[in-house]
């Protein structure tokens, strides 16, 4: 499971409560240290890539929901293709 998107960070840019900047700086912290967990953790570098590729995708979700929210027009969403690891 990817333990990511389970951080605090998530829950309150996908809740919408209001939120102050000194709990969004908090849990931005430590996501970070999170992320930084998981990079240098035992996992093959495989399973670390899949791991942010799907944090990544579900940041770009909840900031497009956030974007349709507020009437703005969604961009364009570039995932690389398949097989294709390079950012």
Known sequence: MNELL???LIRLLSEPAQVTN????????????QVRNVSQSEQSHIE???ILSITRIELVSIELLCQ???????PEIHLPKKGNFAP
């Open 22 to 33: 000194e709990e969004m700086k908090s849990a931005y912290g430590c996501f970070l240290e």
């Open 68 to 74: 349709y929210g507020k009437g703005e027009k969604c």
């Open 6 to 8: 389970r951080e605090r």
């Open 48 to 50: 670390i890539f899949r």
